[in-house]
């Protein structure tokens, strides 16, 4: 039995195989619509995250499925003085799978550990959230065509953000990817990403200050969201503010075929007139998520359709 | 696509449609079992209201389809400033068909505006409640047989009822409707529907201040709760609120044939005793309501039964 | 129509049958997978019980059925006043059966009332928890192979312990049970069932204060939690609050047969050493209380399966 805990659980050519079957899911969905009938998904959100809980719903409903769990901890025994690994051990006898968020990292690890299904780790803290990740991979390649041979850019919080470092971790184990990491100096990636992943990788990698200057070199763009509270003074963030804006007069500055992600929830970093763009697919990406979902419940359970 | 944001989105003929269906639904319930079969409904509750969202809920799952959503913005992603719209598109990548519950008038309208499936006003604020008047409807035509030629008092506070102005708006595009509006002179009902939908449309009206002197003409009652903080002042309010708590007595003032309808949930203003009488239909119009959503639901994912 | 309102609302021979359904759902879980198919249970949780829920819900799922409800009294209507009488009424309408949980003693004996479909008391208060009890005599009755003939520990806080006394009452009705009752002085059980349960039913019990006194002697312990603040005193909290957990040297007492049960969840009454042996079966309890529930939606449905 195997369990999902970070993205690099799954060798390339796993997650190959796993994004083949999340684009055979998309060309065929009425195959899958009863793969997983008379079972269980457990949904154990420690933490609100409406459109990660959603979207781990859907997939199994989308496969027959049916779901049970809770949505924030106010309303589960943890409130109770239960640990994780007692949780686990009774959710095992409710459900097939599960899909837990946790604010304290390492907390699926340990369930995992007792659990007699699969756990999928639904984001631990600051730690992982393998599925945004595994859904981002699955968005690049299904609308560029390939893993390898791509510029990325990535925009905002390089220090703090989860997503982003590891969306990079991912990428590395692909050939001849370049970045482009846009920042504020005080939110450039932390050193033990940027030395021990991106150089011991032989990763090639720039660091600008303005998304402005990026813009027409990437394939694609990574944006995510500078929270004010991170700048280290009022006039910084005066400063800066717009370079970290994704608007329609920078989208002009990019290629044609240049492709706009965001992990979401987006509050201003991309101004709504953007989203119209063909090149915007931060939507798309949500219905991605969907489908990489289905596919990894398929694994999990080892189900196989024909 | 249509989307149903105000009861008269809807022509009379359209709602007679759907409201024939309901019908049928009511007859042939085995027939509409799997009608949405491997479809999902989306409630977004960003304001509780069990009532609602369970009868939205059971419409759903009596048609064979799934459910997911959220019961509170507690639990959702608007807590990390999502806009409306954002969110819409995101749960169209997760379901066929939403009901939107919001506190902020107008914002399932904004949702509707992006979506790409149909959204359903399952209440704005003190604006709309296009599902309760569906179900007020149904449940007239069907237990009086007709829409048309009714005595119909309407109880209560008729200041800010949101029903009752939705209900009002809705029945005079009947034939031959006569209002008696029965409520405490300070919570009559407003200018702009007296003189803007009664007036205009020559509907008859009379407005008296005591439900017992209202009993023996109506041919159903729709009584509102009056809320003690609504009066001017302590004195009016101990001298009225015996005059809109509906009794045994009152009853006995009705006609065998007039029909007690609520919105519920109630509070006081019927008393128990009145439960077992057999004019009073409130909970069956609870029942009305699962059907009218089962035939809404229906119409707007544009699915045929035969 | 039935409901279930306390353990002892059924007969020793009502009771043999519905654990023979459950032990039949066991073996034969595909017989019974869509025995339910069409039907919705509503989980009505005016008090938060995350496992208690989960297990409702896996129960009616694993029966092809569908669930809606809510999980704790904030998201309700109760919210707005309305009472227990009108929501059953109400969710009779949306539901073919109903699990209510809630913190007033008795709510679920008023909601039955006044029901027109099954309710289980899924928790009452301080009063009753029949599905505890039944799970626990099908935990024992399917892993020792008979309810007669037993010596049983209860050991924690017997005082205020509800499933202890529930399980008492349930267990008396069975041929020569013997209880060994484990608590400090200030938590023994309490007349009431003391003299009118075990004495009037010539039961036969002793009453000690340390539980490794009683291990030699048990076909089976019944573990809850002594709580630090039902202690009279520190210096007696200190001195015995060790008496009170069940570790690998107490088990070492025990004979090989002895099983562990507990009501869940544990803080640290169960050492988690003990997890690993073979006679602590607290976590098959919370897989029989899915296997109760099942039996029990069966038979309150009046669902046959051949």
Same mark, same amino acid.
């Given at each position: 039995?195997? @369990? /999902?805990?970070? %993205?690099? !659980?799954?060798? #390339?050519?796993?997650?190959?195989?796993?994004?083949?079957?999340?684009?055979?899911?998309?060309?065929?969905?009425?195959?899958?619509? @009863?793969?997983?009938?008379?079972?269980?998904?457990?949904?154990?959100?420690?933490? %609100?995250?409406? $459109?990660? $809980?959603?979207?781990?719903?859907?997939?199994?409903?989308?496969?027959?499925?049916? #779901?049970? +769990?809770?949505?924030?901890? !106010?309303?589960?025994?943890?409130?109770? +003085?239960?640990?994780?690994?007692?949780?686990?051990?009774?959710?095992?006898?409710?459900?097939?799978?599960?899909?837990? *968020?946790? %604010?304290?990292?390492?907390?699926?690890?340990?369930?995992?550990?007792?659990?007699?299904?699969?756990?999928?780790?639904?984001?631990? +803290? +600051? @730690?992982? @959230?393998?599925?945004?990740?595994?859904?981002?991979?699955?968005?690049?390649?299904?609308?560029?065509?390939? &893993?390898?041979?791509?510029?990325?850019? &990535?925009?905002?919080?390089?220090?703090?953000?989860?997503?982003?470092?590891?969306?990079?971790?991912?990428?590395? $184990?692909? =050939?001849?990817?370049?970045?482009?990491?846009?920042?504020?100096? =005080?939110?450039?990636?932390?050193?033990?990403?940027?030395?021990?992943?991106?150089?011991?990788?032989?990763?090639?990698?720039?660091?600008?200050? *303005?998304?402005?200057?990026?813009?027409? !070199? /990437?394939?694609? &763009?990574?944006?995510?969201?500078?929270?004010? =509270? *991170?700048?280290?003074?009022?006039?910084?963030?005066?400063?800066?503010?717009?370079?970290?804006?994704?608007?329609?007069?920078?989208?002009? /500055?990019?290629?044609?075929?240049?492709?706009?992600?965001? %992990?979401?929830?987006?509050?201003? =970093?991309?101004?709504?007139?953007?989203?119209?763009?063909?090149?915007? #697919?931060?939507?798309?990406?949500?219905?991605?998520?969907?489908?990489? $979902?289905?596919?990894?419940?398929?694994?999990? /359970?080892?189900?196989? #359709?024909?």
């Amino acid at each position: 039995m195997r @369990h /999902l805990m970070s %993205p690099l !659980d799954f060798s #390339v050519g796993e997650l190959n195989e796993i994004m083949n079957l999340a684009n055979d899911i998309e060309a065929h969905p009425d195959k899958y619509a @009863h793969a997983c009938d008379g079972k269980k998904l457990a949904t154990l959100f420690y933490e %609100p995250s409406t $459109r990660t $809980r959603l979207s781990f719903e859907a997939a199994m409903m989308n496969l027959g499925g049916n #779901v049970l +769990g809770f949505s924030s901890a !106010d309303s589960s025994s943890a409130a109770k +003085g239960e640990s994780v690994s007692d949780t686990i051990r009774i959710v095992s006898c409710y459900s097939d799978i599960c899909a837990m *968020r946790h %604010p304290k990292e390492g907390a699926p690890m340990v369930a995992a550990a007792k659990s007699s299904i699969p756990v999928i780790n639904a984001g631990d +803290g +600051g @730690h992982q @959230h393998p599925t945004q990740t595994l859904t981002d991979l699955l968005t690049i390649r299904s609308l560029k065509g390939r &893993l390898e041979n791509l510029t990325i850019g &990535l925009c905002g919080d390089l220090k703090f953000g989860r997503t982003v470092h590891s969306l990079i971790n991912a990428l590395v $184990r692909y =050939e001849n990817i370049k970045f482009v990491l846009i920042s504020p100096d =005080e939110l450039r990636i932390p050193d033990y990403i940027r030395e021990d992943v991106l150089e011991a990788n032989h990763v090639d990698y720039v660091q600008v200050e *303005r998304l402005e200057d990026a813009m027409a !070199d /990437l394939d694609l &763009l990574y944006m995510t969201r500078v929270q004010k =509270e *991170r700048f280290f003074n009022e006039e910084d963030y005066v400063r800066m503010k717009d370079f970290y804006i994704l608007d329609k007069n920078k989208m002009d /500055l990019a290629g044609p075929d240049m492709l706009v992600l965001h %992990p979401l929830p987006r509050v201003n =970093e991309i101004s709504v007139e953007v989203d119209d763009d063909p090149r915007a #697919v931060y939507f798309k990406q949500a219905q991605y998520g969907v489908y990489i $979902r289905m596919a990894l419940i398929l694994t999990l /359970l080892e189900v196989k #359709v024909c």
